[in-house]
């Protein structure tokens, strides 16, 4: 197991891969390595564990380069548990609170609540493989999710579509480096002002129904943000497809 480790880690130094780098599938690399496939997977786990590399599942899998760090991909909107699941990354989740509350001025303006309408306000914790990863921070309309609070909130999304029959479609997205406070950082594992990256988002469903307003707040140094960009603003002939620069998947 040890030798075969190491012959993976020769592979990649020759071929100076990047984080993000596919080095191959593991059909093909027990072929290369002349070994059986039990043993490659046995390899495989000794670099997984040492945040070398990376499996994923699905189409487009395979074995890859990594640096530690798990890649969001803001050109679609997918769950967290979505994410993680398909980079071979074990995500658990707390749920810290779920509860119906008075709406912010400010997720009022998002929403377009009227006066007295209420929210859900639902707080996660994400532990990724073990370590803190992110602070989730949702409001949703009541109105249109009853009993929201009751659902299996692991995933939003995923509730959302099974559920209340609602998909996402259109989610708009700022970015921002921010620090943990005392709270955060107990809550993460992290130090107190260790960097965050504050992810705001509002998002609505096929109707034009605004069905989220959130922030999410990811470790910094555990994170990769994947943008897709369409050339120079202005050429007309490079201009992606209306409301095609966030696609659900």
């Given at each position: 197991?040890?030798?075969?480790?190491?012959?993976?880690?020769?592979?990649?130094r020759r071929a100076e891969l990047a984080p993000g780098d596919r080095l191959g599938d593991e059909r093909t690399l027990a072929a290369e390595l002349g070994i059986p496939r039990a043993r490659l997977r046995e390899a495989l786990a000794v670099l997984q564990a040492e945040g070398v590399v990376r499996r994923r599942l699905g189409r487009g899998g395979g074995v890859f380069a990594s640096d530690g760090r798990i890649e969001r991909n803001l050109n679609t909107i997918e769950g967290l548990p979505d994410i993680t699941r398909v980079q071979g990354v074990h995500l658990t989740t707390t749920v810290?609170?779920?509860?119906?509350a008075v709406p912010s001025p400010a997720d009022r303006r998002a929403l377009g609540l009227a006066e007295g309408q209420m929210v859900y306000h639902v707080q996660r914790l994400r532990m990724a493989d073990g370590t803190g990863l992110s602070l989730e921070d949702t409001r949703a309309p009541a109105a249109l999710f009853p009993d929201l609070h009751r659902q299996d909130l692991t995933s939003f999304y995923r509730c959302l579509r099974e559920v209340y029959g609602v998909e996402p479609k259109v989610s708009d997205e700022s970015v921002e480096v921010t620090y943990a406070d005392a709270e955060q950082a107990r809550l993460l594992g992290v130090p107190p002002a260790a960097p965050l990256l504050r992810l705001v988002r509002r998002t609505l469903d096929?109707?034009?129904?605004?069905?989220?307003?959130?922030?999410?707040l990811f470790v910094a140094d555990r994170m990769r943000l994947h943008l897709r960009r369409y050339g120079v603003v202005g050429d007309p002939h490079h201009a992606p497809a209306a409301g095609g620069d966030r696609r659900v998947r």
């Open positions: 197991m040890e030798e075969a480790a190491a012959r993976l880690r020769a592979m990649m810290l609170r779920a509860e119906i096929g109707r034009g129904r605004a069905i989220e307003a959130g922030t999410e």
